[in-house]
């Protein structure tokens, strides 16, 4: 350490050499490499021993790697909206989706503060809904001036303020000249993705962000009707499945679900009904670990009802140990509340003895030094799990210290940090460094559905191909899955067995792959 402090003085001396001999005197090429080797050891899977086929594995990954930076159109530098038909089309994204078999920590299910019932659903793709959940019969339409509102009734349903009368979708699909159109428009109304030039349409943080809220009110009469419910997280998790993801920890403000007839039921039973599908999912799947669920309420709400929602959370991590992973805040930072406003809601478990876990989002913001920017802090005063985003938490050297000391993970979501105008180019993304030095970080993809993506083999060729640059490689890539085991929710004993589930999905990939 007190040789590499010394070393900018030693640079400025040589550099001085340089100049007055002309040359004579270049840094020792033995330290040089030594250097090289030391940085490129503290990197996150820096410390990873790669096996014969590994090394094989990874000369194949990174000749792909170095295609594709030396294409014209570097895809992490550009908007993901422009550049998912390129990456899609790379053959290291193709050969990504094989390898991404990861336990991811995901941010789904996020929504925001302003009208009365905001809810959460990206989790399955707008097609689905569309094609699927549109079409069963009593499904109903209305239109706001800025985009559409669903419910499913046996009877016409009452007016909705601020929205044309309610036509049934089956009567306007058959007066429809191109129901195609009619569809697209739907879906269009469903997501963020865009053809159209994104930084015209979405021109500042707060546009993007109304229209980000838009999109989850204009799912939530499809997604909160009862069979659609049980259909679309069935369906999310086949997705993921799909994906090669093996264990999800879903984000929920656990909406009130409702039937044809107008019956509603209450959170319990949603989480209830998860519990049921992801047990039925995995009996159908022995390979996919689960599903546990993170209970969130919007940063807008005030204090006496965060009181009580923090008093229901409790409730309901001591009546659902199995799927209830804890509870957080969501919704636009920069438009909500700080956490520190909630101070007495929030301290309520410690206070009364209860357990409650935190998974708080913090530091998803660009706002430096306001209120807002203190959220990261604050979360770990409050204990969290993990941070959610931590986008800021570079520019926090205190924070950045506790959450390595004590393991706070960083849930890292690219698309989303770039969708919603943190970062332009991924490369310039803050979990570079924190990935430089092995912070403990995870991969996520926030919510992709919203963002045109699909699970997560996205978000990882950002942080693999993106921020990871050159310098990563199949020992980061490992690294990145591990820990996605190590800092989730999962007792001791199912860390150890999803673990060695993944070392032998992970053998048999590379032993297919290493040639
Ligand atoms: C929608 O999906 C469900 C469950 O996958 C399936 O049973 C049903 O037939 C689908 N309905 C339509 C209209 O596509
Ligand atoms: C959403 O719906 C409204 C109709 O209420 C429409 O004007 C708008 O163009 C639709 N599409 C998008 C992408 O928002
Ligand atoms: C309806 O629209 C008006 C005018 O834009 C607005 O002030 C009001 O809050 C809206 N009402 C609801 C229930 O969204
Ligand atoms: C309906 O519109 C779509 C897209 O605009 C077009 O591709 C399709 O050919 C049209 N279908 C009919 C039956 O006109
Ligand atoms: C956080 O944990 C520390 C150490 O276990 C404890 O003293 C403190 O009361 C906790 N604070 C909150 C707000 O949970």
Redesign the pocket.
């Known amino acids: 350490m007190a040789a590499l402090l010394q070393r900018p003085h030693a640079a400025v001396l040589c550099l001085s050499i340089l100049y007055l001999t002309g040359g004579m005197s270049i840094p020792d090429p033995k330290q040089r490499e030594a250097l090289i080797k030391q940085e490129s050891s503290m990197q996150t899977g820096g410390q990873q021993v790669l096996t014969d086929a590994e090394q094989r594995l990874n000369a194949r990954l990174l000749k792909m790697k170095q295609d594709e930076v030396e294409r014209e159109e570097f895809p992490p530098a550009m908007h993901f909206f422009k550049a998912r038909e390129l990456i899609r089309n790379s053959p290291i994204f193709n050969f990504d989706t094989i390898i991404f078999f990861y336990f991811i920590i995901i941010l789904l299910f996020t929504i925001s503060g302003g009208a009365l019932h905001l809810h959460d659903f990206s989790m399955v793709d707008v097609e689905w809904l569309v094609k699927n959940a549109t079409y069963r019969p009593h499904c109903y339409i209305c239109f706001t001036s800025r985009s559409v509102r669903f419910i499913f009734s046996s009877q016409q349903p009452k007016p909705l303020t601020n929205c044309s009368s309610w036509t049934l979708l089956e009567s306007l699909r058959a007066k429809t000249v191109n129901t195609t159109d009619l569809d697209n428009s739907i879906m269009g109304n469903l997501t963020l993705f865009t053809d159209k030039d994104p930084e015209a349409v979405y021109p500042t943080q707060t546009v993007v962000w109304s229209i980000f809220e838009e999109t989850f009110q204009a799912a939530y009469g499809l997604v909160t009707y009862a069979p659609v419910f049980k259909d679309y997280f069935y369906q999310g998790l086949s997705q993921f499945y799909m994906d090669n993801v093996m264990y999800l920890e879903l984000r929920a403000i656990l909406p009130e679900i409702y039937d044809l007839d107008g019956r509603t039921y209450d959170r319990a039973w949603t989480l209830k009904t998860c519990q049921d599908i992801s047990r039925q999912f995995v009996a159908n799947h022995p390979d996919f670990v689960g599903v546990r669920i993170i209970f969130t309420a919007k940063r807008t709400i005030n204090t006496n009802t965060m009181l009580k929602v923090v008093e229901e959370a409790m409730k309901l991590y001591r009546d659902f140990p199995d799927i209830m992973a804890g509870f957080d805040l969501v919704g636009w930072e920069d438009g909500g509340r700080p956490l520190w406003y909630y101070r007495d809601a929030l301290?309520l478990p410690?206070a009364r003895g209860v357990p409650l876990p935190f998974f708080f989002h913090a530091g998803e913001t660009n706002s430096q030094g306001t209120e807002i920017d203190q959220n990261i802090l604050d979360a770990l005063?409050?204990?969290t799990s993990r941070i959610g985003h931590g986008f800021a938490l570079t520019r926090h050297p205190v924070a950045k210290e506790w959450s390595r000391k004590y393991g706070v993970a960083v849930e890292v979501c690219p698309i989303s940090n770039q969708v919603l105008k943190l970062v332009k180019d991924l490369r310039n993304h803050p979990a570079a460094a924190l990935m430089s030095e092995n912070h403990p970080v995870v991969i996520s993809s926030d919510d992709p559905a919203i963002f045109g993506a699909f699970g997560l083999s996205y978000d990882f060729y950002e942080a693999f191909v993106g921020f990871g640059g050159m310098r990563s490689h199949v020992g980061s890539l490992k690294q990145l899955a591990i820990n996605s085991i190590r800092y989730s929710s999962l007792t001791p004993e199912q860390k150890e067995k999803a673990l060695s589930l993944w070392q032998r999905r992970w053998d048999k990939f590379v032993s297919e792959n290493a040639f």
């Open positions: 301290s410690v005063l409050f204990n």
